[in-house]
């Protein structure tokens, strides 16, 4: 299998993009999703992040409130790590796990996996590609703040807490800018899916 990164900033268009790679045949694995499977109630992970942060950060039904989580987070560099320390063992983990669950079914294929730390991390040399999301910055404060119910202050905050997007542009095999209507993403997408698999190809062919 073809393993590609997929990455980019908050509210750059990520989930909009691996959509569409998964409609055009790719295997995708959304590290978002399992985060909110590692803060659910009961889990090892949730109750070291109570522990350390506080049951504040509990809902009524005693699950993790990400927002009030990331209130916090996103306003403190020192607790922002900590939580990484606290999750980021975990989720790579379990990204490994469905990769090699992949891999069982079948040797050939492309699988995305969709992570916005992931040049944080350190982990995009786990990935024979990488491709980063970006859209102009008045757009993606104006998406954050309809998303997530954020004033404009709150929005800047959570995308100056994080890394330059230039500074994952670099890094990147594949651009596509999602400021533009959503057929043009698509387009992009599709021209990216191309390139992917002759790149799936040439890995095979490489292993066999």
Do not use: W
């Not at 989930?15 to 055009?24: D, I, Q, Y």
């Not at 730390?117 to 102009?136: A, F, K, P, Q």
């Amino acid at each position: 299998m073809l393993h590609v990164g997929l990455t980019g900033n908050i509210a750059s268009g990520k989930s909009v993009v691996s959509v569409k790679f998964a409609e055009l045949g790719a295997h995708i694995i959304d590290a978002d999703h399992i985060v909110r499977e590692l803060l659910s109630c009961g889990t090892k992970i949730q109750k070291k992040i109570v522990e350390s942060f506080g049951e504040e950060i509990l809902s009524s039904d005693g699950s993790i409130d990400r927002k009030a989580l990331g209130g916090i987070v996103f306003n403190d560099s020192a607790k922002r790590l900590l939580l990484n320390r606290l999750t980021h063992p975990e989720i790579g983990a379990e990204i490994k796990r469905r990769i090699d669950a992949l891999e069982q079914i079948s040797a050939g294929g492309i699988v995305i996996v969709e992570a916005a730390l992931m040049v944080e991390t350190g982990s995009t040399g786990n990935y024979h590609r990488l491709i980063v999301v970006t859209c102009d910055s008045s757009l993606q404060i104006t998406r954050l703040m309809n998303r997530d119910d954020l004033t404009f202050e709150e929005a800047k905050a959570r995308i100056d807490s994080q890394m330059p997007v230039k500074e994952k542009l670099k890094l990147a095999d594949h651009i596509i800018d999602t400021s533009g209507t959503l057929k043009q993403t698509h387009e992009q997408v599709a021209a990216v899916y191309r390139d992917l698999l002759t790149q799936e190809l040439r890995v095979r062919k490489e292993r066999n």
